[in-house]
């Protein structure tokens, strides 16, 4: 049970049912702040991915070398907490729970 919680608090709209199919638990949720778009972000780690699309589901294309990069945009997907950001250049898709908003 407290596996299936934690993978509900992980993944927004996720609940636990029993085997009647009874909600049982619903993580207590926030409404998304969107950030404002476009802002710019800190990379400092030398091996992030980047991928085709937000999420760890998507393919990575080649790693993002360590630099300022402006986001366009920003959405939820699996693999990360914070979202995913689209770098303006195109490239793809980068985590934002690994860069730092300046």
């Known amino acids: 049970m407290e596996n299936a919680k934690k993978c509900a608090d992980a993944n ?3 609940s636990v049912f029993d085997v009647k199919g009874v909600n049982i638990y619903t993580p207590k949720t926030t ?3 969107t950030p404002d ?4 972000v ?3 780690i ?3 991915n980047i991928r085709k ?3 760890t589901d998507y393919d990575r294309t080649q790693f993002i ?3 300022v990069y402006t986001i366009v945009e920003v959405k939820s997907g699996k693999g ?3 979202g995913w950001g689209r770098l303006k250049s195109g490239a793809g898709w980068i985590s934002l729970d690994f860069a730092t908003r300046i």
Do not use: E, H
């Not at 778009?37 to 710019?40: M, N, S, T």
């Open 37 to 40: 778009v476009p802002f710019l």
């Open 80 to 82: 990360s907490t914070a």
């Open 31 to 33: 409404t998304p702040v």
């Open 53 to 55: 699309g937000p999420g």
């Open 46 to 48: 030398t091996d992030l």
């Open 12 to 14: 927004p709209g996720y």
């Open 65 to 67: 070398p360590v630099g």
């Open 42 to 44: 800190r990379i400092t």
